[in-house]
């Protein structure tokens, strides 16, 4: 029989807080998209024309280029959390769910990626 | 391995409006998904150049896209309202079950009204395409 009290023994062995990540983050940037699609939206309605040479003139202006940037870097984020939750609650059978899940991670790290590098190669880009 | 409750089993919960509201939210996430590889294309297309970029506008101009994007354009929205709707209900608020009711058909109000509203802007006859 131990001697030690109830309390000491589960002292520093407690929950790391970590448990609601997950939802946390969809939440963090749930509301970040808010301002984020509104402002995409609303900047591409703007303007007059969606032909090459506008929409270029449009992604070279700073603003534009950082709003998108955070738009789809948030959005890939905010995508992959949602597909996971989705995947955990139906595909069932643990290889096929693990397989998902990795597959779904690495394809938004790509599609993020690829899109930031599409909108930096546009708004830093030299001739047309 | 004992035979445990899983969730969500879509086939035992009675039909209710906030079944349709929730699979609704998670259905639009899903389109959303899968639309933004289209958004990803098409800023690909511009990166590529002025030829990339016609070529891309050709496909993405084509007939067969128009319902598509008009159930992008409706996932979008109903996805925006509802996540604040989750949102308000984060914060503590609105979870009664009277109030729930009526942010419910406020979402599918207001969702459906900009739907309608974008729609004819942005896929509507005065509107050339993307």
Known sequence: ?128 | MPERPLSPHLSVYKFKYTLVTSISNRFAGLVLSVGFLILVYWLGSLAAGARAYAQACGILSLGVFKPIYLLLLAAFVYHLVAGVRHLVWDCGLGLERASARRSAWLVAAVSIALTLILAYFLLGPGMHTK
């Open chain 1, 1 to 128: 029989m131990s001697l030690r009290s109830p309390l000491g023994r589960i002292l520093g062995r407690g929950s790391a807080k970590e448990g609601v990540h997950h939802w946390w983050l969809q939440r963090l940037t749930s509301v970040a998209l808010v301002p984020l699609s509104i402002g995409f939206v609303a900047s591409l309605l703007a303007l007059p024309a969606l032909d090459y040479a506008s929409l270029v003139a449009w992604l070279r202006q700073s603003g534009t280029a950082l709003g998108l940037i955070l738009f789809v870097l948030v959005a890939a984020r905010h995508s992959q959390l949602g597909m996971r939750v989705v995947i955990e609650d139906y595909v069932h059978g643990e290889g096929l769910k693990t397989v998902a899940l990795v597959l779904i991670d690495y394809a938004h790290v790509l599609i993020g990626v690829a899109a930031v590098f599409a909108v930096l190669k546009v708004a830093l880009g030299g001739r047309l």
